[in-house]
């Protein structure tokens, strides 16, 4: 290795743990660059920042060893990897959203079972507006995309005393609390669920995996909430769904994203939207500092970084 650089999206004076053997810069992808990005031997992906911004230096760093998000998916950065030196890391966030992002699950999941968003509007005007609305006990919930995250949303149901929780990733696997079923399988569990989360990643498996075959299956009034990333839904078979009042949806991510104003997702009937918070609250900051705190210590002491989900193999 010829060089330590480090870029950090935070001032490095506001981080106090990080290890002296490594040169730090700031760099929040707006702007010139910090440095020679030649000689940037780590780069963490600035968080929330476009695309073509965050991927803006990759082609000059020519000695870039760790590519490090802060975001739990990877998508946004895949794009770069063919070009990577050879050997060069593409890091996730680990466990860092799986709090942050569960608790949204769920307070999406309940906002839409018990009608808030209409009691939203109904303050707004001034309405009483009594009525008999759902509740999250007794119902059937299947997680689609059963990682740290998904299992942090079971964590958060179990104690709302649902019947039931249906697990589904890529690979069918047991765990202590049950078997987590193939995606093959969803056929055969979809009909069961009151409420589908989503919680997947997006690759070339899920893009479009909830389509019009996915969601007819769902039963009638059921509630699909999603998590993970917009484009594994295909919006054009949801809206159908919605606007016919047979599904209802609630929603951090869209496809397309940011939602254009006037796109008739905002208005379709029992639909919920919030613009991918699910990450970015006040658990994000410690959580990433404590990430980057280890994960540098490792790369400082020559020992493998955690978290790596791709590898660059240009030579």
Same mark, same amino acid.
């Given at each position: ?18 290890p ?27 968080y ?6 965050? &991927? ?17 998916? +990877?998508?946004?950065?895949?794009p ?12 996730n ?9 569960a ?15 209409? *009691?939203v ?9 009594p ?11 299947? +997680?689609v ?11 958060r ?9 249906? %697990? ?17 399988? &969803?056929? %055969? ?11 997947a ?9 909830? *389509? ?13 909430v ?18 016919a009042g047979r599904l209802?949806?609630a929603l ?12 008739? &997702? ?11 918070v699910?990450?970015?609250?006040s658990a994000f ?17 020559g ?6 989900k ?6």
């Open positions: 290795m010829t060089t330590q650089d480090v870029w950090l999206p935070f001032p490095p004076a506001e981080l106090t743990a990080l002296e053997a490594l040169t730090y810069h700031h760099w929040d992808a707006s702007g010139e660059f910090p440095a020679d990005p030649a000689r940037c031997a780590f780069y963490v992906v600035p929330m920042r476009p695309q073509e911004d965050v &991927l803006r230096p990759l082609p000059h760093m020519t000695g870039v060893r760790v590519v490090q998000t802060l975001t739990a998916g +990877i998508d946004h950065m895949l770069a990897v063919p070009s990577l030196p050879q050997g060069a890391q593409l890091c966030a680990g466990s860092l959203h799986n709090t942050s992002t608790e949204l699950a769920l307070a999406l999941t309940l906002s839409s079972l018990r009608g808030i968003p209409g *009691d509007r109904a303050q707004a005007e001034g309405r009483w507006q009525g008999f609305r759902a509740s999250l006990a007794d119902l059937t919930v299947l +997680i995309g059963y990682g740290g995250i998904g299992a942090a949303i079971e964590d149901l179990l104690p709302f005393e649902v019947a039931e929780v249906l %697990r589904v990733a890529g690979h069918a696997r047991d765990t202590p609390r049950g078997p987590v079923h193939a995606t093959t399988e &969803l056929p %055969r569990l979809l009909p069961a669920a009151d409420v589908v989360i989503l919680s990643p997006l690759n070339a498996s899920t893009r479009g995996m909830v *389509d019009g075959a996915f969601l007819s299956r769902m039963k009638d009034g059921a509630l699909l999603n998590v993970g990333r917009g484009a594994v839904v295909d919006t054009g078979a949801l809206l159908a769904e919605t606007v209802r949806a951090d991510v869209t496809d397309p994203e940011p939602l254009p104003a006037g796109h008739p &997702l905002w208005h379709a009937p029992g639909v919920l939207i919030t613009p991918h699910g990450g970015p609250s900051r410690p959580r990433a500092e404590r990430l980057l705190y280890a994960q540098l210590a490792r790369f400082a002491a020992e493998p970084v955690r978290y790596v791709a590898t660059g193999a240009q030579g």
